[in-house]
């Protein structure tokens, strides 16, 4: 005789009933994400030095420049003084420009190079992340598989494995030179005029407010968009692998609406996410614009009460550009980053989980004593002629009951299948 409750983690299509997830340890996350990076240290710092680099050189582009301008504009403004034909310095002007020629090629060069040295690592990490994945699904318990979706499981190994390898890709590098970009352009600016500067700065405090208010947002979002994505590819794997049941039981109409229903609910999450994500770069677009048009004005009214030549002015409306474009993409990134943890976080899920053990496992949430003798006891009929199954109860959820109340005895020999829905 056997009573009791087996409960079992999970349920059977139990991430259906989640609420979409945000990131949950975020740092803890991105440090155990860094070291499946250890083997590739050395590639990885050699990236960023490169990037590094890059980035130094292009934010002095504007400061050189201005040199040029002000050539130009010095000779310019003698010649209509002295009432004489213009008379530029242009042999000056030329080695100026063939300098920040050299500077931007070497900048074009070193980008690329990062770039080949950030996809083979990235590629490297990712395929070490599936190799473990896949290993791990073949010492999963049967259980696993009947608590998670195909669709799920399916999701984690393709869609959050991508996410994964085009942040490695991508963001990691840019958001290491968009730190760097941001602070050698405020350098710049304040060693060409502290008071121009302020103007720029004003738009700080702004962008900040965005990336507070949108960032967690979008995170919430994405973490939804990702869930409600698993459930639609389980539903489009579950009707093309069971397509012939399906015909035959004419269950097209049901089958029909429950994907209707996981596409709508993946089109609403979706929309959510993107939406929501794409608000911070026109945002800081239009605070870029405005900083712009500040800029301009007191730089010309400047120019013409004479303490700041027209050079330093075409530099920092460069600069101005150059400082509200880090950060807009970090700002972006954020975003990716937010939506790339909440994938990792799902892949760390998969293999920490409890492998398999051998010999029949027992539950810890097993009701009692006698109902951990009666499993023990299981596959005994060569000393008894039937084992009864009285008033069991099982569920792999204990918000969810699959089966109460169940009585049926087996007799030797015999051969039982319980069948649910599914």
Request: charged share 20%; proline share 2%; no cysteine.
């Amino acid at each position: 005789m056997m009573r009791g409750n087996y409960l079992n983690r999970g349920g059977k299509g139990a991430d259906r009933f989640q609420k979409g997830r945000r990131a949950q340890n975020f740092f803890p996350t991105i440090i155990r994400l860094f070291k499946y990076m250890r083997r590739d240290l050395w590639g990885l710092l050699f990236s960023i030095l490169i990037a590094s680099l890059s980035v130094i050189l292009s934010v002095q582009a504007p400061k050189i420049l201005e040199n040029a301008t002000t050539v130009i504009f010095d000779g310019v403004t003698k010649s209509l003084k002295n009432h004489t034909a213009i008379q530029i310095d242009m042999t000056k002007v030329e080695s100026i420009l063939l300098y920040v020629m050299v500077i931007y090629l070497i900048s074009f060069i070193s980008g690329i190079l990062q770039q080949s040295i950030m996809t083979r690592i990235s590629q490297r990490t990712v395929y070490t992340l599936r190799r473990e994945f896949k290993n791990k699904m073949k010492k999963l318990p049967v259980s696993y598989y009947d608590s998670h979706s195909n669709g799920d499981i399916m999701s984690r190994m393709i869609n959050d494995m991508d996410n994964i390898s085009g942040t490695l890709n991508q963001t990691l590098i840019q958001l290491i030179t968009s730190l760097l970009q941001f602070v050698g352009t405020i350098y710049f600016m304040l060693t060409i005029s502290w008071q121009l500067a302020l103007v720029a700065f004003i738009t700080v405090p702004l962008a900040m407010i965005t990336v507070r208010i949108v960032a967690p947002l979008s995170q919430k979002f994405f973490a939804e968009q990702q869930k409600n994505l698993g459930l639609l590819n389980d539903q489009i794997e579950e009707n093309y692998a069971g397509h012939a049941v399906i015909k035959t039981f004419n269950h097209e109409a049901s089958a029909e609406k429950e994907f209707a229903k996981r596409n709508d609910n993946f089109y609403k999450s979706a929309w959510k996410a993107q939406f929501v994500s794409t608000l911070i770069y026109p945002t800081m677009r239009f605070v870029n614009n405005l900083d712009y048009l500040a800029m301009a004005v007191i730089g010309g009214l400047k120019v013409i009460s004479g303490t700041v030549n027209l050079g330093d002015v075409q530099a920092m409306l460069q600069y101005t550009n150059q400082f509200a474009q880090p950060i807009t993409n970090i700002s972006n990134m954020l975003n990716t980053i937010q939506a790339t943890v909440a994938s990792a976080e799902r892949i760390f899920e998969v293999l920490d989980e409890k492998e398999m053990t051998d010999g029949i496992p027992v539950s810890e949430k097993v009701a009692d004593e006698s109902s951990k003798k009666a499993v023990s006891n299981l596959g005994a009929t060569d000393k008894t002629d039937f084992i009864n199954f009285d008033q069991v109860a099982f569920s792999y959820n204990e918000n969810q009951s699959l089966m109460t109340d169940v009585n049926f005895s087996v007799e030797v020999g015999q051969m039982i299948a319980i069948v649910g829905p599914t």
